[in-house]
Every structure is written in structure tokens, then in C-alpha cells.
Nanobody
Framework: QVQLVESGGGLVQAGGSLRLSCTAS????????MGWFRQAPGKEREGVAV???????NYATSVSGRLTISQLNARKTLYLQMDSLKPEDTAMYYC????????????????????WGQGTQVTVSS
């Protein structure tokens, strides 16, 4: 049974930092493409950053240079380091996994990911 459990969310002032973690179980972590997505109230879920089994990454333009995705295979854990946070980063952040493989950089489309965590809330105050 696939399980993804996020942690690390919270309230932070603009310009601050947070690190989100996602602990995975029930599948071969090193063979999957993993990603972080977010959804703000009244908005659609959007891809933030993804990383595939080869270490290729893809970032949303709005977060490039401020957010960094990484993973520690030995702990089956995915991370999202969030720096220089802005109020518009406020959202529920979800960890997701896909067993698909792509010849190009992994996609940011949520439709490509089948396993999801419950989410962790990030709130950035101005």
C-alpha cells in the first residue's frame, strides 16, 4: 500500500524559509518520479517541483531559484527547501508519486501522478 506523509508546513513571514518533507512507503522509491504540488483556496492544483529517478528536475517558473527539490533515497524521503517565501506561496502543499517514465524532463501536470499525500499547509504572512 502506497503511503506518502508530508510534514514541515507552518506559518512564516515573507522572506523566510521552510523545509517540507515527504516520507514514502509501499513502493520502490528510487524508481518513481516524485513531486510537490500546491493548491491555494479557489485555485487549481499546480505543480511546483518534480524529480525523476535519474535526478532530473523541473520547476514551475514562479518558484525557480527559490524552491529546491531533493530526495534522500536511503530514508525514502522527499524534500522541498523553500526560501525567500512570498505571500503568494500560501497553499496546501502535496507530495505525489508516479511510476511512469518520460524521455524528457518529468512533467508538472498533476494528472500524471497517481499517488498523493494528505498535504501540509504553508502560510506566508506579509
Amino acid at each position: 500500500q502506497v503511503q506518502l506523509v508530508e510534514s514541515g508546513g507552518g506559518l512564516v513571514q515573507a522572506g523566510g524559509s521552510l523545509r517540507l518533507s515527504c516520507t514514502a512507503s509501499g513502493f520502490t522509491f528510487t524508481s518513481y518520479t516524485m513531486g510537490w504540488f500546491r493548491q491555494a483556496p479557489g485555485k487549481e492544483r499546480e505543480g511546483v517541483a518534480v524529480i525523476d529517478s535519474s535526478g532530473r528536475t523541473n520547476y514551475a517558473t514562479s518558484v525557480s531559484g527559490r524552491l529546491t527539490i531533493s530526495q534522500l533515497n536511503a530514508r525514502k524521503t522527499l524534500y522541498l527547501q523553500m526560501d525567500s517565501l512570498k505571500p503568494e506561496d500560501t497553499a496546501m502543499y502535496y507530495c505525489a508519486a508516479s511510476g511512469s517514465r518520460w524521455d524528457f524532463v518529468p512533467p508538472l501536470s498533476s494528472a500524471e501522478y497517481v499517488h498523493w499525500g494528505q498535504g501540509t499547509q504553508v502560510t506566508v504572512s506579509s
